[in-house]
Nanobody, 126 residues
Framework: VQLQASGGGLVQAGGSLRLDCAAS????????MGWFRQAPGKEREFVGA????????FYADSAKGRFAISRDNAKNTVYLQMNSLKPEDTAVYYC????????????????????WGQGTQVTVSS
């Protein structure tokens, strides 16, 4: 599975961005998907995740109420809609996929994912 994240950029505080994660190589309709981010000098942290059929989503406290994850399995794509952006949201954002063999692992940790995209930079100016 190859994952390609896109949609990052420079936005003012209070603005919105939508990140796309397009999968290729095989269908990810049976995969849970997640978004993580990493700011300079910090560890990669969980942002949100969605189950394979989209019936459940999970968010970090910092993302609740502002970010929304969705997926279109027909397009093999997962989305991260980010609203009310803050300067502290500035980071490289990564999408990740968890294959069915990872069932039982936490959605909230990087160890819960077997495939990673290359990341897209999000910069929020104050």
């Amino acid at each position: 599975v190859q994952l390609q994240a896109s949609g990052g950029g420079l936005v003012q505080a209070g603005g919105s961005l939508r990140l796309d994660c397009a999968a290729s190589g095989r269908t990810v309709s049976s995969y849970g998907m997640g978004w993580f981010r990493q700011a300079p000098g910090k560890e990669r942290e969980f942002v949100g995740a969605i189950t394979r059929n989209g019936d459940s989503t999970f968010y970090a406290d910092s993302a609740k109420g502002r970010f929304a994850i969705s997926r279109d399995n027909a397009k093999n794509t997962v989305y991260l809609q980010m609203n009310s952006l803050k300067p502290e949201d500035t980071a490289v954002y990564y999408c990740a996929a968890r294959p069915p063999s990872y069932y039982g692992r936490s959605y909230y940790n990087t160890g819960g994912y077997g495939y990673w995209g290359q990341g897209t930079q999000v910069t929020v100016s104050s």
